[in-house]
């Protein structure tokens, strides 16, 4: 078997529809280092009304909030990620974690011949 296989997985929690996954959880670091769903939506090349369509369908599907958003005024309003979504990104970083060495563990087990490594 070539030696230069690999797997590659994307992973996501699902209510009735898309509840968290890679989007979201770039999304909400994007918010915390910035300070605004707008900012971190650009830096990831999405409309606004694309990451807040994102955040509420996850919001609806986890039965709560991610974001606080505060809008326009004389500072330009802005979002944080509360304490639910922090903990919601650390789990699904931590499941990810998990996931990606039992799968490493399988994939070597299912497609490395004796002796490769």
Do not use: C
């Not at 209510?15 to 300070?35: C, H, N, S, T």
């Amino acid at each position: 078997m070539k030696q230069d296989l690999h797997y590659d997985m994307k992973v996501r929690i699902m209510g009735e529809e898309k509840a968290f996954g890679p989007g979201v959880a770039q999304l909400l670091k994007g918010i915390e280092e910035m300070g605004s769903m707008q900012k971190a939506a650009e830096k990831m090349g999405l409309s606004y009304s694309k990451a807040w369509k994102m955040m509420k369908t996850a919001e609806q599907e986890l039965g709560f909030a991610l974001t606080e958003r505060s809008s326009g005024g004389k500072d330009g309003g802005g979002s944080v990620v509360t304490e639910e979504g922090r903990e919601m990104m650390q789990r699904y970083g931590n499941f990810l974690s998990a996931l990606q060495t039992e799968a490493d563990r399988l994939f070597a087990f299912y497609f490395q011949r004796e002796g490769e490594k």
